[in-house]
């Protein structure tokens, strides 16, 4: 087997944010966690950067670095989610204070570290939040950007269009600046829109399947997404809420049950009524230079199967 990938998680915990740092951490042999860097974004940055220790102690995993980012968005004021989240962002299991302590150094400044000390083309970016931590890192270190092997993000929509306004996906409607820093910065992208997670359900029977594995990890989990479908079961009818940020590594795991076009994604910075859309040039009718593999379709139980397994190993 290959050596494991080496990534960065950036976030902003969220129950789904929750399962995708699961799942990195269950998948060892494929994946080398780096070090988790928190972002305001669901809930305040205080609290992100809180559940995120929260996530790895109850996955066992009191040594993985966790750090603190950026506090606001580049430009505009935060906007949180605690209407889907809850208010601790993190709602479902009982929560504790962490004991496993915050690092000192600044999440943006972690990331610039990490990838001038590590062979360029051999760390990958995973964001599960508003993207501002990594386009405050190209900001202040360009030199970075090319040190970048793939930055694997969770957020966008196209044909689904918006779930935080008609036209916008939350991460990115939240830092519409930020997005547009690393969709134009030139580095690989890789993209879960919710043309995607939203066929990645939280059905009774796979929330259930977690359940089962009876861990600490395991119930801890099932909890979390048990809250967190009830707001999307409510708004889109459906069963089950879509999973959204552990695609996100998923995809870093198993790469076959992921099926997109690469595309020019354009990022709205302008209009009142549409900022933070992602413009996605599905159908390729402009000349605008490809910048984002899109992806749009997924094995959705094969997902479900691996972040089972891969938990149930914590
Ligand atoms: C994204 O927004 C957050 O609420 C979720 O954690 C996910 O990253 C989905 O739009
Ligand atoms: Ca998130």
Request: aromatic share 6%; charged share 25%; hydrophobic share 45%.
């Amino acid at each position: 087997m290959a050596n494991p990938r080496k990534i960065i998680i950036d976030t902003d915990p969220g129950q789904d944010d929750a399962a995708a740092i699961m799942l990195a951490l269950g998948s060892p042999l494929e994946l080398d966690l780096l070090g988790v860097t928190t972002v305001a974004g669901n809930v305040p940055l205080s609290r992100t950067q809180t559940n995120a220790r929260i996530v790895c102690e109850f996955a066992g995993r009191p040594d993985v670095k966790v750090f603190a980012g950026c506090e606001r968005p580049l430009k505009r004021p935060p906007v949180t989610a605690e209407y889907v989240h809850g208010p601790t962002g993190l709602d479902g299991p009982e929560l504790f204070e962490p004991t496993m302590p915050l690092q000192d150094m600044n999440g943006v400044d972690f990331i610039i570290d990490t990838l001038r000390t590590h062979e360029a083309g051999t760390v990958t970016l995973c964001t599960l939040g508003p993207m501002t931590n990594v386009a405050t890192a190209f900001q202040h270190a360009p030199d970075i950007i090319a040190r970048v092997k793939e930055v694997v993000m969770m957020g966008g929509a196209y044909f689904e269009v918006g779930n935080i306004t008609p036209a916008a996906e939350f991460n990115i409607y939240v830092d519409p600046e930020a997005a547009d820093i690393v969709f134009k910065s030139g580095v690989p992208i890789v993209m879960m829109p919710l043309d995607l997670t939203h066929k990645v359900l939280t059905l009774k029977a796979r929330v259930e399947k977690i359940r089962a594995l009876g861990s600490r990890a395991g119930v801890a989990l099932a909890d979390m997404l048990d809250f967190f479908e009830r707001f999307d079961v409510e708004k889109y009818g459906s069963d089950g809420g879509p999973l959204h940020d552990p695609t996100v590594i998923a995809y870093l795991i198993k790469p076959e049950i992921f099926s997109g076009r690469h595309c020019n994604v354009e990022i709205e910075l302008a209009s009142e009524l549409t900022l933070g859309m992602t413009v996605v040039d599905w159908w390729r009718v402009t000349k605008r230079e490809k910048n984002a593999m899109v992806m749009k379709d997924i094995d959705a139980q094969a997902f479900f199967d691996l972040l089972t397994e891969r938990v149930g190993r914590l």
